[in-house]
Nanobody
Framework: QVQLVESGGGLAQAGGSLRLSCVASGRSFSTLVMGWFRQAPGKEREFVAS????????KYADTVKDRFTVSRDNAKSTVYLQMNNLTPEDTAVYYC????????????????????WGQGTQVTVSS
């Protein structure tokens, strides 16, 4: 069992930045591939970014590429999502997700790839 706790959400103005954090416990963090997803009001949850165990491989949704950066600190069992140049379309509840894998380079982009989920943190971007 893996417990995930997100933090760092809040209110930002368009063009501003926020950094989300997700702390994992219950399993060795270095065995986990980590993902970020989001769900806007009235919409389905969608993929945002993911990072492999090694931290070398990363994937991003086209809508956030070049604005968001995913990173991880295995010593702190934490994954981050740095969000820059925010727009009102980024308003959503952001979820951290985790999955164990033996591959140091695999990254998943589908929700079904992940077994464990955090409770979510709200990000609201005003225009």
């Amino acid at each position: 069992q893996v417990q995930l706790v997100e933090s760092g959400g809040g209110l930002a103005q368009a063009g501003g930045s926020l950094r989300l954090s997700c702390v994992a416990s219950g399993r060795s963090f270095s065995t986990l591939v980590m993902g970020w997803f989001r769900q806007a009001p009235g919409k389905e949850r969608e993929f945002v970014a993911s990072i492999a165990r090694s931290g070398v491989n990363k994937k991003y949704a086209d809508t956030v590429k070049d604005r968001f950066t995913v990173s991880r600190d295995n010593a702190k069992s934490t994954v981050y999502l740095q969000m820059n140049n925010l727009t009102p379309e980024d308003t959503a509840v952001y979820y951290c997700a985790a999955q164990t894998t033996t591959s140091p380079v695999w990254v998943g982009t589908s929700q079904s790839s992940y077994d464990w989920w955090g409770q979510g943190t709200q990000v609201t971007v005003s225009s």
